[in-house]
């Protein structure tokens, strides 16, 4: 892979733990992540605008767009119920292994095959997800709906990746984001107001500091999408690309156990390197 393309996914992999923190954080993970998808679609849109993009080329993608629009709601549903129920973490090394979910999705619905190394990647990455789930002294799976949140998240991750990737060729990445989160943002939106109490605490202002600055994990989140869609436009490859995207993972591990006190951040750490390592493995045999 090209050393521009290796920046550009490098830096979207930093950046993107720090919007999952500031969800994470957030008092109401469900209405934050709502308005970090409007604000992302807002993003796009005027990005575009400025650049001259052409908006009328998602009218040749529209199969695949539906595929990435549903692998989206599979991620960000998934997403924000883990957040609620457990550790970033723990949890975010799992929802971001999707060169896994993108080799298995290859294998069976696109007839391709892979070396005995990239099983071998597999199973360490398999390991290294034990690993980060055990707790001693506790059952190994004291959180079984966080880990199948996690899980659902993890497979539409993989989805819109491979969608994402193949829409790179025809497209440009402002108008991918503003179509997508564009769709999306009303659902999450009818879904907050649906589950939100009947008489909340205090009414929400939408012009209060406290709302305002959510504007900042969702421009962290677009720019951090949209340096992994041109790198797919620069001609990156899917697996390729979301392995080196796994720096991420490290990142998370960091900053949930300084900002988020969660516990056994050296165990974790180093499950998570595990998991790095297989993915690597897997992306680039």
Same mark, same amino acid.
């Given at each position: 892979? $090209?050393? *521009? %393309?290796?920046? /550009? #996914?490098?830096?979207?992999?930093?950046?993107h733990p720090l919007w999952n923190l500031l969800i994470k954080k957030s008092s109401d993970p469900q209405f934050a992540f709502m308005f970090l998808t409007f604000t992302i679609s807002a993003c796009g849109l005027i990005h575009g605008l400025i650049v001259g993009a052409d908006f009328s080329a $998602?009218?040749?993608? =529209?199969?695949?767009l539906a595929i990435s629009i549903f692998g989206? =709601?599979? &991620?960000?549903n998934g997403l924000t119920a883990t957040l609620k129920r457990g550790d970033l973490s723990m949890y975010y090394?799992? %929802?971001?292994?999707?060169?896994?979910?993108? $080799?298995? %999705?290859?294998?069976?619905?696109?007839g391709k095959s892979y070396a005995p190394i990239i099983l071998l990647g597999i199973l360490l990455v398999v390991f290294g997800v034990f690993l980060i789930l055990y707790r001693r002294g506790t059952n190994f799976l004291e959180n079984p !709906?966080?880990?199948?949140? @996690?899980?659902?998240?993890?497979?539409?991750?993989?989805?819109?990746? /491979? @969608? *994402? @990737?193949?829409?790179?060729?025809?497209?440009?990445?402002?108008?991918?984001?503003? $179509?997508?989160?564009?769709?999306?943002?009303?659902?999450?939106?009818?879904?907050? &107001?649906? !589950?939100?109490?009947?008489?909340? @605490?205090a009414p929400l202002?939408?012009?209060?500091?406290?709302?305002?600055?959510?504007? #900042?994990?969702?421009?962290?989140? &677009?720019?951090?999408?949209?340096?992994? /869609? =041109?790198?797919?436009?620069?001609?990156?490859d899917v697996a390729t690309v979301t392995a080196l995207r796994q720096a991420s993972i490290l990142i998370s591990v960091i900053l949930g156990g300084m900002f988020l006190r969660e516990g056994a951040i050296l165990r974790r750490f180093s499950a998570a390197a595990i998991i790095v390592g297989g993915i690597v493995v897997i992306a680039l045999n």
């Open positions: 892979m $090209v050393p *521009d %393309i290796v920046v /550009l #996914v490098l830096v979207s992999a930093f950046l $998602v009218f040749e993608v =529209l199969p695949l989206q =709601l599979l &991620y960000g090394p799992i %929802i971001r292994a999707s060169p896994v979910i993108v $080799v298995a %999705i290859s294998v069976l619905f696109l !709906a966080a880990l199948g949140f @996690a899980l659902l998240a993890l497979t539409g991750t993989g989805l819109y990746s /491979l @969608a *994402d @990737a193949e829409m790179m060729k025809t497209m440009s990445p402002q108008v991918l984001i503003f $179509v997508i989160d564009g769709v999306i943002a009303p659902i999450y939106a009818l879904q907050w &107001y649906r !589950a939100r109490p009947a008489k909340p @605490a202002n939408l012009l209060s500091v406290k709302t305002l600055w959510l504007l #900042v994990p969702g421009i962290i989140c &677009y720019a951090s999408y949209f340096l992994i /869609l =041109l790198a797919y436009q620069l001609g990156g």
